[in-house]
T-cell receptor, first 109, second 112 residues
Framework: QKEVEQNSGPLSVPEGAIASLNCTYSDRVSQSFFWYRQYSGKSPELIMSIYSNGDKEDGRFTAQLNKASQYVSLLIRDSQPSDSATYLCAVLGGGKLIFGQGTELSVKP | DAGVIQSPRHEVTEMGQEVTLRCKPISGHDYLFWYRQTMMRGLELLIYFNNNVPIDDSGMPEDRFSAKMPNASFSTLKIQPSEPRDSAVYFC??????????FGPGTRLTVL
């Protein structure tokens, strides 16, 4: 079992819809979780971090964490074509970030 | 701030040649990370430094790979000899904490 798992996608949503990206992790003691966005040919960029159970909102982005289920998600409201990218889930474990394979999101105009 | 700087941005070399990738972290950041990204394996941590000291090199694939950080503003990742399977994008990242990392633009390495 991979330490951090994501559906590779592609996930396709129409412009204005809510995009839901999901991630599960295997290490129960993990306390810190992150979402990175990576545009094609570019480097990963941190967009959200979450440390406590529940929701954390930042503009159109909401991160959700459920430690009991070992599940973290990212919701993007009012999706825009500019949100089209690969979204990487990362979990801090053993003093280092462990990344999932990423989910490719495509927002269609 | 200029962000994390990497050079070269692209490198094409022949199998067996030595390759050196360079990284300048953001000033004041005391963590530096080297990652490799491929379609098959995703983003993999190779090694990371804290205050110029290597902390975890368990991701370094084999002895052909080595990394150094002689001072707080410079690090190198060397591959000798290079092989076609080393072809990937290599990212350097830096941070003040192990988690909130800022990535450089990457070096796209092609080994023929």
């Amino acid at each position: 079992q991979k330490e951090v798992e994501q559906n590779s996608g592609p996930l396709s949503v129409p412009e204005g819809a809510i995009a839901s990206l999901n991630c599960t992790y295997s290490d129960r003691v993990s306390q810190s979780f992150f979402w990175y966005r990576q545009y094609s040919g570019k480097s990963p960029e941190l967009i959200m971090s979450i440390y406590s159970n529940g929701d954390k909102e930042d503009g159109r982005f909401t991160a959700q964490l459920n430690k009991a289920s070992q599940y973290v998600s990212l919701l993007i409201r009012d999706s825009q074509p500019s949100d089209s990218a690969t979204y990487l889930c990362a979990v801090l474990g053993g003093g280092k970030l462990i990344f999932g394979q990423g989910t490719e999101l495509s927002v269609k105009p | 701030d200029a962000g994390v700087i990497q050079s070269p941005r692209h490198e094409v070399t022949e199998m067996g040649q030595e390759v050196t990738l360079r990284c300048k972290p953001i000033s004041g950041h005391d963590y530096l990370f080297w990652y490799r990204q491929t379609m098959m394996r995703g983003l993999e941590l190779l090694i990371y430094f804290n205050n110029n000291v290597p902390i975890d090199d368990s991701g370094m694939p084999e002895d052909r790979f080595s990394a150094k950080m002689p001072n707080a503003s410079f690090s190198t990742l060397k591959i000798q000899p290079s092989e076609p399977r080393d072809s990937a994008v290599y990212f350097c990242a830096s941070s003040t904490r192990a988690d909130t990392q800022y990535f450089g633009p990457g070096t796209r390495l092609t080994v023929l």
